[in-house]
């Protein structure tokens, strides 16, 4: 059985760097046809790809947050992480950790289920 | 890069049909797969219509999505509706530099 728990600081301050992992757990992340994304959504608001990553290490980042996201992966941990540097309130959120399948942007068929990042000094 | 936009909200008795749509701003909707999510309050998304039209194993067939190139839009379609339907409804689709989410649809079915 799947399972993706988030973890990291729920409290990060202003200009400083976000920083979660997803745990994987019931499959290998090096499963080929997989991709493992990071999704956020500010309170009350829309779902905001941030990007993904392959087990190889290769990475695709929404554009307009390019510039902040690193995502990172462990495959000897079966783990995946997410930095968002400079955060601003703006950045406060529920930050999902899910698997793509097929591509890197294509459908997401397992979601974690989410924690509460809030931006705050 | 595009959007995808979706009605706010849309509201409908019970055992009634409703269509949500889901209208891509530029490039073709016909060019990259539209998947579809349900989002009930306080839970993680769910799929409910992958690749224009397919539904994961578990999903009733009440739930059938089609695209429409003429409009460039894609469609979700509830059928016999339940008051369980109830939900945030997401369309999601992609390019080659990014995935995009509409807005959100909120269905209210009473």
């Known amino acids: 059985q799947l399972l993706l728990q988030e973890s990291g600081p729920g409290l990060v301050k202003p200009s400083e760097t976000l920083s979660l992992t997803c745990t994987v757990s019931g499959v290998s992340i090096t499963s080929s046809s997989y991709y493992w994304g990071w999704i956020r959504q500010p309170p009350g608001k829309g779902l905001d790809w941030i990007g993904s990553?392959?087990?190889?290490?290769?990475?695709y980042y929404n554009p307009s947050l390019k510039s902040r996201v690193t995502i990172s992966v462990d495959t000897s941990k079966n783990q995946f992480s997410l930095k968002l540097s400079s955060v601003t309130a703006a950045d406060t959120a529920v930050f999902y950790c899910?698997?793509?399948?097929?591509?890197?942007?294509?459908?997401?068929?397992?979601w974690g289920r989410g924690t509460l990042v809030t931006v705050s000094s | 890069n595009f959007m995808l936009t979706q009605p706010h909200s849309v509201s409908e008795s019970p055992g009634k049909t409703v269509t949500i749509s889901c209208t891509r701003s530029?490039?073709?909707?016909?060019?990259?797969?539209v998947q579809w999510y349900q989002q009930r309050p306080g839970s993680s998304p769910t799929t409910v219509i992958y690749e224009d039209n397919d539904r994961p194993s578990g999903v009733p067939d009440r739930f059938s999505g089609s695209i429409d190139s003429s409009s460039n839009s894609a469609s979700l379609t509830i059928s016999g509706l339940k008051t369980e339907d109830e939900a945030d409804y997401y369309c999601?689709?992609?390019?080659?530099?990014?995935?995009?989410f509409g807005g959100g649809t909120q269905l209210t079915v009473l």
């Open positions: 530029s490039g073709s909707i016909a060019s990259n797969y």
């Open positions: 999601q689709s992609y390019d080659d530099s990014n995935a995009v």
């Open positions: 990553i392959y087990y190889s290490g290769s990475t």
């Open positions: 899910a698997r793509h399948v097929r591509c890197s942007k294509c459908e997401i068929d397992f």
